[in-house]
């Protein structure tokens, strides 16, 4: 296969480094508003619902309409905003979102109008670095929305995704630690071609699994769309945004949502190279149809977002921080420690390549047990029955009351209702009998 490497970058002439330029944003708008319209009908078909179907042919135009009608609807600024910082949040949420898909590679080298280049953008020794730099830069827009709005919940929500985008990225980073040492670069065009022979989905299946539980706090999407939950938080960090520049942030978002699926499909599934066994004909990986395979692999990523977000219920705070930083963390760190000793150990020759894999993809099993194992205990709520819900919230704190009964708590103590947490139990509530009918008992007696 005719994969670029490095030197092949930085030759390209004006126009064509502009087409690919063109060619890169043309894909990131176009899948957004795809995904926008084919989410709507996915969960409308989850849900046993209709879903768009009045503007255009089956609805197909109604993702365009919603983009005009944004752009056109009056934006208001709110009279307590720090304007400056109010106006440049969105911007700062989308251009990091754009530019980090400066080194995702589409496909091998290919000829435009004469000219061999890689489908490709450009590349640096350090890509996927870039990508988690540029990315984390994005954060700001949505952290200065929150500040400069002047209000409580957007407040509370870019606060919320402070912490949760540097809880997840130390467990996304340690996800490429083993990439590189397995591909011994950091390129991407060299994570792809390490990828030949066998994707990293099957020999890191740890990191794998990571990343995309990562990616999806990464994005703020559901079940981790706590910066912006509706039900605690109005609209989290853009509830005083409105027109044009709401937009900006959901368009934001589903650009995210493409560029951390392109780069799973980059680092674990081979990148654009075909799935077996369509790989086996020499025509799958030329030319323009690894375009293709990669946009396949993207969308793949795709429906699992939407999938999640139709199937579960958004988690709480403690419990989204306790998943980043007391499992996936922690394995992180031991998976890298265990992909360094086994390369250590059996040697990088071509002769070693076949033993080290088996032993890889053994111990990748073992440690993703080993996640799934941690998320259930983690996620696992105690059993209480109701009698001893009863019992232990009646009993005496001198007179052997167990810890679930010193712990007992008033759910509406704050105003509104709050869900008890793991150890706490509910206050018994009395037995209330039916309302008797007057006229029944008038004609019993």
Do not use: C
Request: aromatic content about 12%.
């Amino acid at each position: 296969m005719n994969f670029p490497t490095l030197a092949d970058f930085g030759h390209d002439p004006w126009w064509l480094i502009l087409l690919k330029a063109v060619g890169v944003f043309a894909f990131l708008v176009a899948n957004p508003l795809a995904a926008i319209l084919i989410e709507r009908k996915i969960m409308a078909r989850m849900q046993t619902r209709i879903g768009p179907n009045r503007v255009g042919p089956r609805g197909l135009l109604q993702s365009l309409a919603d983009g005009v009608k944004l752009a056109l609807k009056e934006g208001i600024i709110p009279s307590g905003v720090d304007k400056p910082i109010y106006l440049l949040a969105p911007i700062i949420a989308v251009v990091p979102a754009i530019m980090a898909f400066a080194v995702i590679p589409f496909g091998p080298m290919v000829s435009v109008f004469g000219h061999q280049t890689p489908l490709q953008l450009t590349d640096l020794p350090v890509g996927v670095l870039y990508v988690l730099a540029i990315t984390s830069v994005g954060v700001y827009g949505i952290v200065l929305a929150g500040w400069s709005s002047g209000s409580t919940y957007p407040l509370l929500g870019g606060l919320r995704s402070t912490a949760q985008v540097i809880s997840y990225e130390i467990a996304m980073g340690l996800t490429f630690a083993a990439v590189f040492l397995d591909a011994t670069t950091m390129s991407t065009s060299g994570i792809v071609a390490a990828q030949e022979h066998h994707w990293y989905v099957l020999l890191l299946l740890p990191s794998f699994v990571i990343y995309a539980i990562s990616m999806v706090g990464e994005t703020n999407r559901a079940p981790f769309d706590l910066p912006e939950a509706e039900g605690e938080l109005v609209g989290g960090f853009h509830t005083e945004y409105s027109s044009l520049k709401f937009a900006m942030f959901m368009l934001a978002e589903y650009i995210n949502m493409v560029t951390v699926s392109a780069l799973a499909t980059t680092l674990f599934l081979g990148g654009w190279q075909a799935p077996w066994p369509i790989s086996m004909f020499d025509w799958a990986n030329s030319g323009w149809w690894p375009i293709l395979w990669f946009t396949v692999k993207v969308w793949v990523f795709l429906f699992v977002f939407i999938w999640l977000r139709t199937s579960l219920p958004r988690l709480r705070y403690d419990q989204f921080m306790n998943l980043g930083w007391k499992v996936l963390i922690p394995i992180s760190l031991t998976w890298v420690m265990v992909v360094a000793v086994i390369r250590a150990a059996i040697g990088t020759s071509d002769d070693d390549d076949l033993a080290r894999s088996l032993v890889s993809a053994g111990a990748g099993l073992v440690v993703t047990a080993l996640i799934g194992y941690a998320i259930w205990r983690l996620m696992r709520l105690p059993r209480v029955s109701l009698r001893d819900s009863s019992v232990a919230a009646t009993r005496p704190a001198g007179q052997g009351a167990t810890r679930a009964a010193e712990e007992a708590f008033d759910p509406m103590a704050g105003g509104f209702p709050v869900p008890p947490m793991p150890g706490q139990v509910l206050p018994s509530a009395p037995v209330q009998k039916p309302p008797s009918d007057p006229a029944k008992e008038t004609t019993d007696a």
